[in-house]
């Protein structure tokens, strides 16, 4: 099946494609024989199979990363740094074929895809420079006889549990601030996006990072029980997962049994607010680049979008004409602006908001159905009139749907901003230096976007606030894998 596999995707370097899980260094398949068929959402067809693997390789696998873990935790951060970078540049080295990868099983563009790459391919050379200043401090005493030392440690090993929406940088995210720590790794993908992890597992062991310092399972319908382990088990000291806020719960849960550290991004409801005084043009461009990335599939992406009333025509009616030109097909196609949804779940959902919507009072400016075809195609849509009470703007839509809402004052379009349980990301359009500071302050999210859609940056602390998480990634997120150690040093 791994040449069939590899076959399907076209790559230059087709041993990249790998259908078999990683523990301890050596490439395996599920115990009781299971797989899973990972089908390209474009056109419905099967890519490949990965293992239906279960509790005991989950097992294996945290056994062989704490294993792992006494030998890779007395590296320096030099030698962690070189090994980091060595991995970067494979990733480099392989960039058209893993954007490949990511299209051909999340369905995104190429353009997209190579984006993704590169922005993933970042967090390893990022990673790779605060290896090495990983700083403890000297406290001083007020005991003359006392010298208080401050060292950081790596916490042990680490579950790392990641969404489909960006099977590379959600991988490189996590894992590279772990390994730059000194930490091991077991990692979970996405049952929809695996081939992603696995290649970059395979560059890692390129890369010369030893074995069981990386491990992955793969599985689906044991994925709860899976979950569970990873959570619980009393050998790993740090959980971090990406993805809905109720699955966030739960695994939060579960890892309180043994006080383990946690990092949560969890899902967003993103307000996207432009005011009378911002450039229309420039507000429009960012709602584009914000929406509709990814076909509205990332946690970040405008939700809510809210134009006060002077502008609000003007504005509908440039975004409406904008995504009126999408193209929307096959991501390998070099035409597509705009590719499928992940399964038919998430056209579902889209098409519910939708009808939620007209049926309060939206009208449909653009788009609004799904696209006929064997792919799960939906329409760029845009919705104007929609009313506060909307389905839409209670819960994420994760799909390509900008619902616009009209809005009279600062004071009410806080209001309506704030008014959720999560607090991701938030963004809004003004040219008034003293309203800027004023809304930045007062929106209850992680991340605020001024005058701009894209916020995602590897040097940055990514991460939100109320029910989107916990902890911070990027920028100096390796401290979230790093134990903080008193030494005081007596009898001086």
């Given at each position: ?353 939708v009808e939620d919507a007209v049926s309060k009072g939206a009208q449909i400016l653009v788009g609004g159905q ?123």
């Amino acid at each position: 099946m791994a040449s069939t596999a590899a076959s399907n995707f076209g790559l230059k370097d087709a041993s990249l494609i790998r259908t078999q899980g990683f523990i301890n260094g050596k490439w395996v398949d599920a115990q009781e024989g299971g797989t899973i068929n990972v089908t390209n959402p474009a056109t419905g067809e099967v890519l490949g199979t990965v293992p239906e693997m279960a509790v005991t390789e989950t097992k294996q696998a945290i056994e062989a990363a704490a294993e792992a873990f006494k030998t890779w935790s007395k590296t320096t951060g030099k030698q962690r740094h070189n090994m980091l970078k060595k991995f970067y540049d494979l990733m480099q080295e392989h960039q058209d074929d893993l954007a490949r990868i990511i299209t051909l099983e999340n369905g995104k563009p190429l353009a997209e895809a190579k984006g993704e790459n590169a922005y993933s391919a970042s967090f390893l050379e990022w990673f790779a420079e605060e290896a090495v200043r990983t700083y403890g401090e000297v406290v001083p005493s007020a005991f003359p006889q006392i010298r208080n030392v401050v060292i950081k440690q790596p916490v042990g090993v680490v579950s790392i549990l990641t969404p489909w929406n960006f099977p590379s940088a959600m991988i490189t995210r996590k894992l590279a601030a772990a390994l730059a720590a000194g930490c091991t790794a077991v990692i979970k993908p996405p049952p929809e996006t695996p081939f992603s992890c696995l290649a970059l597992t395979e560059l890692a062991t390129r890369a010369g990072i030893p074995a069981g310092v990386i491990n992955v399972i793969t599985t689906q319908a044991n994925v709860q029980e899976v979950g569970r382990e990873m959570c619980t088990n009393s050998t790993v000291r740090k959980v971090s997962f990406t993805g809905s806020t109720p699955v966030a719960k739960t695994l939060y849960g579960l890892a309180a049994g043994t006080l383990k550290k946690v990092s949560i991004e969890a899902g967003g409801n993103a307000p996207f607010v432009v005011f009378n005084d911002a450039d229309i043009d420039e507000a429009v461009a960012g709602a584009i680049a914000c929406k509709f990335r990814g076909s509205g599939q990332t946690c970040v992406c405008a939700n809510r979008i809210y134009v006060q009333s002077s502008v609000y025509a003007d504005f509908a009616s440039r975004l409406a004409e904008k995504v009126s030109a999408f193209k929307v097909g096959n991501g390998l196609d070099s035409e597509t602006t705009h590719g499928p949804l992940i399964h038919e779940r998430a056209v579902e959902k889209v098409q519910r908001h939708v009808e939620d919507a007209v049926s309060k009072g939206a009208q449909i400016l653009v788009g609004g159905q799904r696209l006929q075809g064997s792919g799960t195609f939906f329409a760029p849509t845009v919705l104007s009139d929609v009313p506060a009470a909307a389905l839409v703007n209670q819960e994420e839509t994760f799909g390509p749907l900008a619902a616009i809402t009209r809005f009279e004052t600062e004071e009410e379009v806080i209001r309506l901003a704030n008014d959720t349980t999560v607090g991701l990301a938030g963004y809004f359009y003004s040219r008034d230096v003293g309203r800027v500071w004023r809304v930045a302050e007062a929106l209850e999210v992680g991340m605020v976007g001024v005058n701009t859609g894209l916020i995602s940056q590897n040097v940055i602390p990514f991460g939100g606030i109320k029910e989107s998480g916990l902890g911070r990634e990027g920028g100096h997120g390796i401290d979230e894998y790093m134990n903080t150690k008193l030494v005081a040093f007596g009898s001086l």
